[in-house]
């Protein structure tokens, strides 16, 4: 398989993992109020709000648990750059004196692309 094709294929999972957080959030209660949004820093999945709280969300999406849980790829390099891009998203906004959270978005799909299961993790950094 080329690396074209494979990109393409981690693309078109990713998106469908966003959409299928994107609704598990929204019955949760969760108003949406960016998908992907970009900054020079890089990209936050999705951008809510939860009660008071402003949420920055990272969603991780698999088809197996070969090399463990989705969230457990949020690793400690990925959190600082959420926070930085929280940072930046906020100050372009211009928003402050806000609670401010992240969480983390675990799908899990089937070889078929069905959600067999979805993890949130709800302030799963700080």
């Known amino acids: 398989m080329n690396r ?3 990109t393409e294929d981690r693309k078109k999972l990713g998106d469908f ?4 957080a994107k609704k598990y959030l929204i019955n949760k209660g969760y108003t949406i109020c960016h998908e992907k949004f970009r900054c020079p820093r890089g990209e936050i999945d999705l951008i809510a709000k939860n009660q008071d ?4 969300i990272e969603v991780k ?9 989705p969230f457990e790829s949020v690793d400690i390099r990925k959190q600082k750059k959420m926070i930085k891009l929280a940072q930046y998203y ?4 211009k928003i402050s004196q806000v609670n401010v959270r992240f969480d983390v ?6 070889e078929s692309w069905d959600v067999k299961e979805i993890k949130l993790i709800e302030n799963a950094f700080y």
Do not use: A, H, I, P
């Open 17 to 20: 993992g966003e959409e299928m």
């Open 4 to 6: 074209d094709k494979v």
């Open 53 to 56: 709280d402003l949420v920055f």
């Open 61 to 69: 999406t698999r088809r197996s648990l070969r090399f463990g849980e």
């Open 105 to 110: 978005v675990s799908v899990l799909l089937d």
């Open 90 to 93: 906020m100050n372009y906004y």
